[in-house]
């Protein structure tokens, strides 16, 4: 059974910083896709970044050039550096696992509980 805890949410201004982490139980990290979905209150759950088993990463046109994924397999940990944070950056986020990696939620078999991220103007 595959868990996930989310970390690191809160508040920031716009233009600001947060770093989300996500504790993952053991061989999480190095066998499977593991991503961040975020949802926003009245919106579908989108897929923000997506790192595989090998470590390559995708990103959604909203994400690029502003927030970085990336892993540590040895402890079994997901990031999400996001900078230069938008209003619209404001959203529950999510690490999700998956045996392949796809921005479909629906590909994604666990979930994380989530984190809520706010960013203010």
């Known amino acids: 059974q595959v868990e996930l805890v989310e970390s690191g949410g809160g508040s920031a201004p716009a233009g600001g910083s947060l770093r989300l982490s996500c504790a993952a139980s053991?061989?999480?990290?190095?066998?499977?896709?593991m991503a961040w979905f975020r949802q926003a209150p009245g919106k579908e759950r989108e897929g923000v970044a997506i790192?595989?088993?090998?470590?390559?990463?995708s990103y959604s046109e909203s994400a690029k050039g502003r927030f970085t994924i990336s892993k540590d397999n040895a402890k079994n940990a997901l990031y999400l550096q996001m900078t230069s944070l938008k209003v619209e950056d404001t959203a529950m986020y999510f690490c999700?696992?998956?045996?392949?990696?796809?921005?479909?939620?629906?590909?994604?078999?666990?979930w994380g509980q989530g984190t809520q991220v706010t960013v203010s103007s």
């Open positions: 053991a061989y999480t990290a190095s066998g499977y896709c």
């Open positions: 999700a696992a998956s045996i392949r990696c796809g921005w479909d939620p629906a590909r994604y078999s666990y």
């Open positions: 790192i595989s088993s090998e470590g390559y990463g």
